[in-house]
């Protein structure tokens, strides 16, 4: 069957399921409940076969999705015991994150070991991208501890927190000092660190240890450079590959969690979704909009400017897609090129608005789900956690979620209400992609704004009328 065909397909046989689902839960037909569940199961055929032919892991990821949950409906027994294949998936996923935090940390800190040339503009740079993400991460706890989205019925956590799986992962910790908690964030043997997964102290390591490599004279240097630069390099591969299982790690969880809980935590999903498109649009209210105003930035040109660079990010979930189109958009407004040459690039990795709210939402919705009550200090040391992890990986697909299985796990946390987030994950990173494009666009602008370089009422030449200029200079030299 063609391609085009089997849309019209699939929707029909859905429409079809979702009908005789509702009359059936409604009692308005009297329905054998075999009917139904056939429906279903053929809509999910038909959509199986798209995928196939999309040949798109996202797609195929949401597909999973909603196998794994009519799975988890139809045949809860059978279902709850392929949970194996989601630890399967969690366990491929920690062997990720060591490696890659330490290669992308080194790298994007030794690296840049040339900020003391850029001067004034670098420090101003990382200072504006510390201070951004610090608002992003604030109006991300409030949005999640107002709507408090991750919250399950009682019931439904009271059968999760029996379970002989989830209930050993929420045990109450025993309680620590202030003196604890700080000395726990320093790693005593880098090795034990990895080993037991605290994501926090390997990221103090590869600082301590960039800062250093970068003292070193270039010759030491270089060869080191160039190891963690391949090792990032490998590591981001080695995700791709792994990634590539993510559909069978998401349907036996989402399969797991439905025959053990229901729905509920699906609901709980769309809640998530909800706080943050909500989340984001205030923070672009009311953080990104001030700074552009007090930076004196053309709000309309600027705007005209990044449409296209957001458009492409929001529809690629890539930032990297959007990079080139995005420097060309600032420069055509008036930033000079130097400007946009270091900031832009730097900003990828130290300046993610968006995946910055995003994990600070993510990471309260997992302890919410798990029925864990964080304080207010326990959120902000798991979140700046999270803030640290994620610099310099923000071009890896779903890597942020790589980095939010391996940080709940280091805070004793569940793994499964990350699954579920893994569903809409796809949803979820359209929004957070665009608003870091936006973001590093209005960095951008606005440290050429502090430097005293941005150019009012600059006009970017036409690249056609350069052509014929160009032709017609060759022209009058050949006669």
Same mark, same amino acid.
């Given at each position: ?8 397909? !699939? ?14 839960? +409604? ?22 076969? +798209? ?366 209400? !990350? ?61």
């Amino acid at each position: 069957m063609k391609f085009s065909r089997l849309v019209p397909l !699939v929707l029909l046989l859905a429409l079809v399921a979702l009908v005789l689902t509702v009359l059936q839960a +409604y009692n308005v037909v009297a329905l054998p409940a075999a009917v139904p569940t056939t429906a279903r199961w053929l809509a999910l055929a038909a959509l199986t076969a +798209y995928a196939a032919q999309r040949r798109s892991l996202t797609f195929w990821i949401v597909v999973s999705m909603f196998v794994g949950a009519e799975l988890g409906n139809d045949m809860p027994a059978v279902a709850q015991k392929l949970k194996v294949l989601s630890d399967i998936f969690l366990r491929l996923v920690k062997t990720i994150i060591a490696p890659l935090v330490f290669a992308t940390l080194v790298v994007g800190i030794a690296g840049h070991a040339n900020l003391k040339q850029v001067g004034k503009m670098g420090v101003k740079a990382l200072v504006y991208f510390e201070v951004v993400t610090t608002f992003a991460l604030f109006i991300g706890l409030a949005a999640i501890n107002l709507t408090k989205a991750g919250r399950l019925d009682p019931a439904v956590l009271a059968a999760a927190q029996a379970s002989d799986t989830i209930g050993e992962t929420i045990a109450a910790a025993p309680k620590q000092s202030a003196a604890d908690i700080i000395l726990h964030i320093f790693p005593e043997n880098i090795a034990k660190s990895i080993a037991e997964g605290q994501v926090l102290q390997v990221v103090v390591f590869a600082i301590i240890f960039a800062i250093g490599l970068a003292m070193v004279h270039t010759r030491h240097r270089r060869p080191m450079l160039e190891f963690t630069e391949s090792l990032g390099e490998v590591m981001f591969k080695f995700t791709n590959v792994v990634m590539f299982f993510a559909p069978i790690g998401v349907g036996g969880a989402m399969a797991y969690t439905v025959g053990k809980m229901g729905f509920e935590p699906l609901k709980n999903a769309l809640y998530l979704l909800l706080t943050l498109y909500g989340a984001l649009i205030v923070f672009v209210l009311v953080v990104l909009l001030p700074i552009a105003l007090l930076a004196r930035i053309p709000i309309k040109r600027f705007v005209q400017a990044i449409a296209e660079p957001v458009s492409i990010a929001f529809a690629t979930t890539s930032s990297e897609a959007a990079l080139p189109r995005a420097m060309e958009a600032m420069e055509s407004i008036g930033v000079p090129r130097r400007i946009v040459a270091f900031v832009m690039p730097t900003g990828y990795s130290f300046n993610l608005d968006g995946t910055t709210l995003y994990l600070s939402l993510a990471a309260v919705f997992v302890a919410q789900a798990a029925g864990v009550d964080l304080s207010f200090g326990q959120q902000l040391v798991m979140v700046f956690t999270l803030m640290l992890t994620s610099k310099g990986v923000a071009g890896v697909p779903r890597a942020s979620l790589v980095i939010l299985l391996a940080t709940v796990a280091s805070f004793s946390l569940p793994s499964w209400p !990350v699954f579920i987030i893994l569903g809409i994950d796809a949803l979820m990173d359209m929004a957070r992609t665009a608003v870091n494009v936006i973001g590093n666009c209005l960095a951008t602008a606005v440290i050429a704004r502090w430097e005293g370089e941005f150019v009012d009422n600059y006009v970017a030449p036409d690249p056609v009328d350069d052509l014929a200029e160009a032709d017609s200079t060759l022209a009058q030299t050949a006669h």
